[in-house]
């Protein structure tokens, strides 16, 4: 099990919106702002997509933005492409030199 | 370009000692002040961290591993190297090695580079 609770699924049509949840604890998410996410393609390792809950790494288009609010964070997807279908990971720091993540969720780009 | 690749046996037999090799090229260990690690994902489930290491050979586990992991530094070939010890069943996963994306903040930072990853089934 998980140390960080995504919703297994989610789906969107092209164009559209998708919010991703990463619910965590006062120990990670609560406390720490070293939030990411990762998007892996199967067969695929996964890329960094958000680091410290909101900023891109480079090339990373602005369609991908992070927030935080208290002990859950979130990705969300604007402007849905097919590309974007993956599965996404949230991760996060958990003090004591520890690194926790969530269990995935499946985009859907319908 | 900096590039991990993960190398050793794809088959451990249960209670015996799962051993992988991750060779970097691109930049190099002795003087890179970054943190590596050791990540494994379960087919379709979440990666979980196993641990990280300095190229002074400081390291940091996970807690829940930390009693049958062992992490070890090679400087003169460039590479870092994971032993898990009396596996089972369930430390049937694809290993990845990765980078850690900011220099020195040990545990603190994300994964910015990744090897390919190595499917290690446990077996008899």
């Known amino acids: 099990q998980s140390a960080l609770t995504q919703p297994p699924s989610a789906s969107g049509s092209p164009g559209q919106s998708v919010t991703i949840s990463c619910a965590g604890s006062?120990?990670?998410?609560?406390?720490?702002?070293?939030v990411s996410w990762y998007q892996q393609f199967p067969g695929k390792a996964p890329k960094l997509i958000i680091y410290d809950v909101s900023k891109r790494p480079l090339g990373v288009p602005d369609r991908f933005s992070g927030s935080k609010s208290g002990k859950t964070a979130s990705l969300t997807v604007s402007g849905l492409q097919t590309d974007d279908e993956a599965d996404y990971y949230c991760?996060?720091?958990?003090?004591?030199?520890?690194?926790?993540f969530g269990g995935g969720t499946k985009l859907t780009v319908l | 370009q900096l590039q991990l690749q993960e190398s050793g046996p794809g088959l451990v037999k249960p209670s015996e000692t799962l051993s992988l090799t991750c060779t970097v090229s691109?930049?190099?260990?002795?003087?890179?002040?970054?943190?590596w690690a050791w990540v494994r994902q379960p087919p379709g489930k979440g990666p979980e961290w196993i641990g990280s290491?300095?190229?002074?050979?400081?390291?940091y586990y996970n807690p829940s591993l930390q009693s049958r992991v062992t992490m070890v530094v090679d400087t003169s070939k460039n590479q870092f190297s994971l032993r898990v010890f009396s596996v089972t069943a369930a430390d049937r996963a694809v290993y990845f090695c990765?980078?850690?994306?900011?220099?020195?903040?040990?545990?603190?930072?994300?994964?910015?580079?990744w090897g390919q990853g190595t499917l290690v089934t446990v077996s008899s």
């Open positions: 290491i300095y190229s002074s050979g400081n390291t």
């Open positions: 006062i120990d990670d998410i609560g406390i720490h702002d070293f």
């Open positions: 991760s996060s720091y958990a003090g004591n030199n520890r690194l926790v």
């Open positions: 691109g930049d190099s260990l002795i003087s890179s002040r970054y943190y």
């Open positions: 990765a980078r850690h994306s900011r220099p020195m903040g040990a545990v603190t930072y994300p994964f910015d580079y």
